[in-house]
């Protein structure tokens, strides 16, 4: 392998490194980090042990990633969000095969005449329903208890309700994401419904989980206001 190569090859390495450590990056694109000591760390879980080459390339990502503020592009999307909350929902996990949809092709339809608010996500192996608490035993009768793979009760839904401008801007979910991971939440189930962003805590967390939202709300109004 030429010098060349090598060093384009630790450039590459460092620069995948730096994006799987979310919160590294976001200190090198701020230009809050000490480079000697990241790029003594990259040598060592990247085996390499040319410091010069890594240093140049935090260096060059760091100039890279401060040319473009996306964190303000996100921040300016959940400035004009607001939250809504509904409590007392479920979550039933059914097994996904066709005797399951046949039966939810008539029991949706029966629940949208009723105007009853039902989310349903499919995988390959199960879909997931969410929904009033006092639906469970409807749904569940009518796809039969035997294809209920898990239920989850006493859950509440975080609604995340931002404008048309989220479609085309990255990372705003991860961005809350992270806020509620790092104050210690478990989130249920997330779903991305056009410009909503939903999240379901147990009831447990409710209160926290809203207060971090709302927090991440009021920290981005403050922020964009003062840019």
């Known amino acids: 392998m030429s010098k060349m190569q090598s060093k384009e090859s630790i450039a590459e390495r460092t620069r995948a490194y730096i994006d799987s450590h979310p919160s590294i990056k ?8 000490n ?3 990241l790029a003594r760390l990259i040598m060592k879980e990247l085996k390499v042990s040319n410091e010069e080459a890594v240093m140049i390339a935090c260096r060059r990502y760091a100039q ?40 939810m092709d008539n029991l949706f339809r ?3 005449n009723e105007k009853s608010i039902v989310q349903v996500v499919q995988s390959t192996s199960a ?8 639906l469970k035993d409807r749904i569940m009768d009518t796809l039969g208890r035997f294809n209920i793979i898990k239920v989850r ?44 962003t939903i999240f379901v805590v ?16 009021q920290s981005a109004e403050e922020t964009v206001g003062q840019s």
Do not use: F
Request: net charge negative; charged share 30%; with cysteine.
């Open 110 to 112: 029966d629940l949208w």
């Open 202 to 217: 147990s009831k447990d967390s409710m209160i926290d989980a809203y207060s971090v939202l709302s927090r991440t709300i």
């Open 153 to 196: 009760d006493d859950l509440v839904e975080i609604a995340v309700k931002s404008p048309e401008a989220i479609v085309d801007t990255s990372g705003v979910i991860a961005y809350l994401i992270n806020n509620l991971s790092d104050a210690g939440i478990n989130i249920e189930e997330t779903i991305s419904c056009h410009t909503d």
């Open 35 to 37: 480079y000697s000591s």
């Open 64 to 103: 890279r990633l401060g040319g473009s503020d996306h964190e303000m592009d996100i921040l300016r999307i959940l400035k004009d969000s607001r939250l809504e909350m509904r409590t007392k929902l479920c979550i039933i996990t059914a097994k996904n095969d066709w005797t399951v949809m046949h039966k």
């Open 26 to 33: 976001d200190c090198v694109s701020k230009d809050l980090i």
């Open 127 to 134: 879909v997931t329903i969410i929904t009033d608490k006092m």
